[in-house]
């Protein structure tokens, strides 16, 4: 099945700037989620959406973390004040065509210094 | 909460079988999922078990014991290409289907 795609594939920034990563849905699905993944770590969610609203939201989704469709297509993560903390891989998902299983992007991976 | 435990690395070498655990703890269990990872690259799908027992797709198989908290993925007749990071997740409980992730495995095969 398709997948989604994300730009930019790495993104290097400074601490204290904000950044916005990009998602693109192939198809229409209901359902996306942005997940991250510290170097060598496990996927964490981040973020689900759902029908155009924020459905639910993890701790680590505070308020330096904001998800918007601005265009009724595609999907931007921003982060507003970076951190060095927040150097991992992100990672947009969107839901398949069975309840189990969701299909990501190849990711973007953040550098912040 | 949730959490999935798996070891950390396992290695075999190509040809062989090699099993991957993972042992959960959930408030509500909606079916264990696997993914593979590359170095670098995305996680994908690889199968799911809703029900007890086993689930056999190719070359890879998963298991599923819902009374022992348990899972394991099954991988035969082993390749070069195999080796990756093999994540298992829950589906949470809520209703929106976010997965949580397991560990990870990291499988090393060599010739």
């Known amino acids: 099945e398709p997948e989604v795609t994300q730009t930019p594939s790495h993104q290097v920034t400074q601490m204290g700037q904000e950044v916005i990563l990009r998602c693109v849905p192939i198809s229409n699905h209901l359902y996306f989620y942005w997940y991250r993944q510290i170097l060598g770590q496990k996927v964490e969610f981040l973020v689900s959406?759902?029908?155009?609203?924020?459905?639910?939201k993890s701790e680590i989704f505070d308020d330096q973390f904001s998800v918007e469709r601005p265009d009724g297509s595609n999907f931007t993560l921003k982060i507003r004040s970076t951190k060095l903390e927040d150097s991992a891989m992100y990672f947009c998902a969107r839901s398949g065509t069975g309840a189990y299983e969701q299909y990501f992007g190849p990711g973007t991976r953040l550098t912040v210094t | 909460g949730q959490s999935l435990e798996q070891p950390s690395e396992v290695t075999a070498v190509e040809g062989a079988i090699v099993q991957i655990n993972c042992t959960y703890q959930t408030s509500g269990f909606y079916g264990l999922s696997w993914y593979q990872q590359h170095d670098g690259g995305a996680p994908t799908f690889l199968s799911y078990?809703?029900?007890?027992g086993l689930e056999e797709t190719g070359r890879f198989s998963s298991f599923l014991s819902r009374s022992d908290s348990y899972g394991y993925l099954l991988l035969q007749e082993l390749q070069m290409k195999d080796s990756a990071s093999y994540f298992c997740a829950v589906r949470d409980n809520t209703g929106f289907q976010k997965l949580v992730f397991g560990t990870g495995t990291r499988l090393l095969v060599s010739p």
């Open positions: 078990n809703a029900l007890d």
């Open positions: 959406f759902y029908n155009n609203e924020i459905s639910e």
